[in-house]
């Protein structure tokens, strides 16, 4: 099962969290820079059970972190979205550059 | 020497990038919705390679099954569908990639640079494990994280409902 070195791994979930850095600097659509900071934590996710499986696999602690980080992550998506939402009933908009008062 | 789960390993990766990269660059925001699903599916898939049945199954159930699907409803509500996003300033496009390409240049360089010790021993992933060790008060135990998510959890569902049912005020 590890025939495949860890590096690849290791790129393979920089590129996805590149991926969406890239996402969340090009986009300004606020539901588009959720699913990208969606994209940058699977990334991390990836990395602490690739960490935890190929070099230290005595212990879950990695697992348990990604277990935790998905958690927190739902969470968050909860939080954003119900702002976002009750921002389009003030505003009409969901455009960051339009978001640029804190209070109606 | 390709044997099949090899040639799994780099077609789930390319997957998952692909599908990625589709999600963050594509001009319908429901389209880019489904390359997302379809990313997060790749993930699991990963998962699934692994040997993590119970992390693969969070990942589908949580983010398939929960934020995808509050997303998509959130497009709905918010969006007109159909219509293309306003396309994204070229200057920033190119700033983006440039520094995108930069971060993944510097953080591969470092990678194969460094010497990681691999080991063969397997990693218990039972379920059995999993369980005891959520709940366990021992010192490899879970039990105040475990809590500490229980509250965060209880904390975003009140807070959800305090701004849901905040009145919008009237516009003059």
Known sequence: ?104 | MMDASVISFYAISAFLLVFGFMAVTARKIFRSAIWLLFSLIGIASLYFWMDLQFLAAVQIIVYIGGIVVLIIFSIFLTQHSGADLPKALRSRKIAAGFLSLLGFGVIAGILSKTLFVETLTPMDVDMKTIGKKMLSLGGDGYALPFELVSVLLLAAMIGCIVIAVKKVPEKS
Do not use: C, Q, W
């Open chain 1, 1 to 104: 099962m590890t025939s495949i070195p860890i590096i690849h791994f290791l790129i393979v979930s920089t590129a996805l969290f590149f991926i969406g850095v890239y996402g969340f600097f090009t986009r300004r659509n606020m539901i588009t820079m959720l699913m990208s900071i969606e994209l940058i934590l699977n990334s991390v996710n990836i990395n602490f059970v690739v960490f935890n499986k190929y070099l230290h696999p005595e212990s879950n602690d990695g697992l348990f972190f990604s277990l935790f980080i998905i958690a927190i992550a739902a969470a968050e998506a909860a939080v954003a979205i119900a702002i976002i939402i009750n921002l389009y009933r003030t505003h009409s908009t969901i455009d960051v550059e339009d978001a640029n008062e804190m209070k109606l």
